[in-house]
């Protein structure tokens, strides 16, 4: 069960440390340029408005285990720096085990990158929590107690990267290659974008985007995950559903509710 809801928890690893699909219907990866900083920030402001919520159901196989939740809490400064706070958090279990998982990522409004990163996972009763802070004017990092290691170029943490991904554009057919996760050695990220289609959550019926990524480790994102993203295609760039297969089962996230900003009406879409 640990595996289900770190898999849940974790699961902007699939834009953190992907690799590329090397089948011949997958095209070459294009190397995406550093977007303009006044574009970034125009889509970081429409993009991700303060209050906004997805919830989601978590099952393993088809039963439910469990829900996730993804938010913009809201604007702060990080060493002097105006900066977005983005929770990812998963709660859940059955009657014997039960987990409690949180990433919460604070990201630099003017440049979009990663400025302090935090992990707690509790998890059958055993809490594990990690900090670090990233100083991109250095191209550093530090996790809390330890000392400061190279860092990538604008890096991103597995939370923001997320929410980074959301901004880009996804073009059917093609794999999209960065090289800013914030630990260098798990670089190149590729993004490969498989089609268009529609589907439906418990939230409603929705346009969406595939991704299907691949990690250079084993896991459930890994070839035998068979890991696929939906993303919805328009300019929220939801996050409506995630499947991935496991050798006992196969873990699921479902889009059941989205606010669009605070104080807003939750959508349903049909």
Same mark, same amino acid.
């Given at each position: 069960m640990?595996t289900?809801?770190?898999?849940?928890?974790?699961?902007?690893?699939?834009a953190a440390?992907?690799?590329h *699909?090397?089948s011949?219907? =997958?095209?070459?990866?294009?190397?995406?340029p550093?977007?303009r900083?006044?574009l970034?920030?125009?889509?970081?402001?429409r993009?991700?408005?303060?209050g906004?919520?997805?919830?989601y159901?978590?099952?393993f196989?088809a039963?439910?285990?469990?829900s996730?939740?993804?938010?913009?809490l @809201?604007?702060?400064?990080?060493?002097?720096?105006?900066?977005l706070h983005?929770?990812?958090?998963?709660k859940g279990g059955?009657?014997?085990?039960?987990v409690? *998982? /949180?990433?919460?990522?604070? /990201?630099? =409004?003017a440049?979009?990158q990663s400025?302090? !990163?935090?992990?707690? !996972?509790l998890?059958? @009763?055993?809490? $594990?929590?990690?900090?670090?802070?990233?100083?991109?004017?250095?191209?550093t990092?530090?996790?809390?107690g330890k000392?400061e290691?190279p860092?990538?170029?604008?890096p991103?943490d597995e939370?923001?990267?997320l929410?980074?991904?959301?901004? /880009?554009p996804l073009e059917?057919? $093609?794999? !999209?290659e960065?090289?800013?996760y914030? $630990?260098?050695?798990?670089n190149?990220v590729?993004i490969t974008?498989?089609?268009?289609?529609?589907? =439906?959550v418990?939230? @409603?019926?929705?346009?969406?985007?595939l991704?299907r990524?691949v990690i250079?480790?084993?896991g459930i994102f890994?070839? @035998?995950?068979?890991a696929e /993203?939906?993303l919805? *295609?328009?300019? =929220?760039?939801a996050?409506?559903?995630?499947?991935t297969?496991?050798p006992?089962?196969?873990?699921?996230?479902f889009?059941?509710? !989205?606010r669009?900003?605070?104080?807003?009406t939750?959508?349903r879409?049909?």
């Amino acid at each position: 069960m640990t595996t289900v809801f770190r898999a849940a928890t974790l699961l902007a690893l699939a834009a953190a440390s992907l690799r590329h *699909d090397t089948s011949a219907a =997958t095209p070459a990866p294009v190397r995406a340029p550093m977007a303009r900083q006044e574009l970034q920030q125009d889509r970081l402001d429409r993009t991700f408005p303060v209050g906004e919520r997805f919830t989601y159901d978590v099952k393993f196989s088809a039963v439910k285990v469990g829900s996730a939740w993804m938010e913009v809490l @809201g604007a702060t400064q990080i060493r002097g720096t105006e900066a977005l706070h983005v929770k990812f958090e998963v709660k859940g279990g059955t009657f014997f085990y039960h987990v409690h *998982d /949180i990433l919460e990522s604070w /990201i630099d =409004t003017a440049r979009f990158q990663s400025l302090r !990163y935090h992990q707690d !996972y509790l998890e059958g @009763g055993r809490d $594990r929590e990690r900090w670090f802070e990233m100083f991109p004017e250095r191209r550093t990092f530090q996790e809390r107690g330890k000392e400061e290691q190279p860092s990538s170029e604008q890096p991103l943490d597995e939370g923001s990267f997320l929410y980074f991904v959301r901004t /880009i554009p996804l073009e059917p057919g $093609r794999t !999209y290659e960065f090289n800013r996760y914030f $630990r260098p050695d798990r670089n190149p990220v590729r993004i490969t974008v498989v089609r268009r289609e529609r589907i =439906t959550v418990p939230a @409603g019926t929705f346009d969406a985007i595939l991704l299907r990524p691949v990690i250079k480790a084993k896991g459930i994102f890994g070839e @035998g995950g068979k890991a696929e /993203i939906w993303l919805a *295609d328009d300019s =929220t760039r939801a996050l409506l559903q995630l499947k991935t297969s496991l050798p006992i089962g196969s873990l699921n996230l479902f889009l059941r509710e !989205y606010r669009p900003r605070a104080g807003a009406t939750p959508i349903r879409k049909r």
